[in-house]
């Protein structure tokens, strides 16, 4: 895969990186010890240094990942990078304050007021660098769909030239898929990009993705590696077809993603440099036909997994 090609595939995702505690596994002993702010922010600066001489050109942060926002606009004004891609999220709010052992770390509101808050609050950071605004972790039983107003806000935005999209979450991410995709505004659609959570353990959403790939619609996924369990505990295939490849099982984990045939663009999310590396060799690994096979059966029931993820303790 070239530099170009891996521009169009890989997205790199501050997640892991814009604040001190979050879900991932594998994380802490990734990351500057203390976890200060100027260290995380040192830290971040040196993944995108980095994905940026390999070839990254999508950043993809969002409102609750801590300073994610602002660290990627002190980035993008020192570098003067001006072909980077930005995408961003708004609906929750960060409210750790910067603490490991906060009792809530974020929190979550679809309504018209905290859209207009937090798209505010990113384009004070990010400016017009912002190339995709999406609803963060929609569900089918969001109250977005059924309040005009905030859909009515997100069809303005589009029409302004800010492409909107969402992400999602859940074992019922299809249904969200394909419910958000059908809302429209004077006869045009309000969302022209998804970015679900789609891995080896959990390939559920996958139809509905594909139906969105054909229909013209941006469609990235994110959460690759699942949260890490894919790397810190493989399951005996995956560690096994990584070794015959010479690479990490993030790496195969992450080529699966490239090789679905609805193109989706792979948003990883690594917590230091060198994760950034292993992860970038999946556009090395070329899994067989009959590798992706095996992979495939790793799947687990979506409940399951989705329960599990609702265990992973923010550290």
């Given at each position: 895969?070239?530099?170009?090609?891996?521009?169009?595939?890989?997205?790199?995702?501050?997640?892991?990186?814009?604040?001190?505690?979050?879900?991932?596994?594998?994380?802490?002993?990734?990351?500057?010890?203390?976890?200060?702010?100027?260290?995380?922010?040192?830290?971040?600066?040196?993944?995108?240094?980095?994905?940026?001489?390999?070839?990254?050109?999508?950043?993809?942060?969002?409102?609750?990942?801590?300073?994610?926002?602002?660290?990627?606009?002190?980035?993008?004004?020192?570098?003067?990078?001006?072909?980077?891609?930005?995408?961003?999220?708004?609906?929750?709010?960060?409210?750790?304050?910067?603490?490991?052992?906060?009792?809530?770390?974020?929190?979550?509101?679809?309504?018209?007021?905290?859209?207009?808050?937090?798209?505010?609050?990113?384009?004070?950071?990010?400016?017009?660098?912002?190339?995709?605004?999406q609803v963060h972790s929609l569900t089918v039983d969001s109250p977005?769909?059924?309040?005009?107003?905030?859909?009515?806000?997100?069809?303005?935005?589009?029409?302004?030239?800010?492409?909107?999209?969402?992400?999602?979450?859940?074992?019922?991410?299809?249904?969200?898929?394909?419910?958000?995709?059908?809302?429209?505004?004077?006869?045009?659609?309000?969302?022209?990009?998804?970015?679900?959570?789609?891995?080896?353990?959990?390939?559920?959403?996958?139809?509905?993705?594909?139906?969105?790939?054909?229909?013209?619609?941006?469609?990235?996924?994110?959460?690759?590696?699942?949260?890490?369990?894919?790397?810190?505990?493989?399951?005996?295939?995956?560690?096994?077809?990584?070794?015959?490849?010479?690479?990490?099982?993030?790496?195969?984990?992450?080529?699966?993603?490239?090789?679905?045939?609805?193109?989706?663009?792979?948003?990883?999310?690594?917590?230091?440099?060198?994760?950034?590396?292993?992860?970038?060799?999946?556009?090395?690994?070329?899994?067989?036909?009959?590798?992706?096979?095996?992979?495939?059966?790793?799947?687990?029931?979506?409940?399951?997994?989705?329960?599990?993820?609702?265990?992973?303790?923010?550290?």
């Amino acid at each position: 895969m070239t530099d170009s090609e891996i521009g169009d595939r890989i997205a790199v995702g501050l997640a892991a990186l814009g604040r001190p505690a979050y879900i991932n596994l594998g994380r802490v002993e990734a990351l500057p010890p203390g976890r200060e702010f100027g260290a995380m922010r040192a830290a971040t600066y040196a993944v995108l240094d980095d994905a940026y001489r390999a070839g990254v050109r999508w950043i993809d942060v969002a409102r609750s990942y801590g300073s994610s926002e602002e660290f990627l606009a002190g980035w993008l004004a020192d570098r003067a990078h001006h072909d980077v891609t930005v995408s961003s999220k708004w609906g929750y709010r960060y409210v750790g304050e910067w603490k490991l052992d906060a009792e809530v770390h974020e929190v979550k509101e679809h309504t018209a007021a905290r859209f207009a808050e937090q798209w505010a609050e990113t384009v004070d950071l990010l400016g017009k660098a912002v190339s995709l605004y999406q609803v963060h972790s929609l569900t089918v039983d969001s109250p977005l769909f059924a309040d005009e107003r905030l859909i009515g806000a997100l069809a303005e935005l589009a029409a302004d030239g800010v492409p909107v999209g969402f992400s999602t979450s859940g074992p019922a991410q299809a249904d969200a898929v394909r419910r958000a995709f059908e809302l429209e505004v004077a006869g045009t659609p309000v969302f022209s990009a998804v970015q679900s959570t789609w891995n080896l353990l959990e390939p559920s959403v996958g139809p509905a993705l594909a139906e969105a790939q054909a229909a013209g619609k941006r469609v990235l996924v994110k959460e690759t590696v699942a949260n890490g369990r894919l790397v810190v505990e493989p399951p005996p295939t995956l560690a096994r077809i990584a070794r015959e490849h010479e690479v990490g099982p993030d790496a195969v984990a992450i080529a699966a993603v490239l090789a679905q045939d609805w193109r989706p663009v792979a948003v990883v999310g690594p917590s230091s440099t060198a994760q950034l590396a292993e992860n970038l060799l999946a556009t090395k690994a070329k899994p067989t036909d009959g590798e992706l096979e095996e992979l495939a059966a790793l799947a687990e029931e979506p409940v399951a997994y989705w329960r599990h993820r609702s265990c992973l303790g923010w550290h």
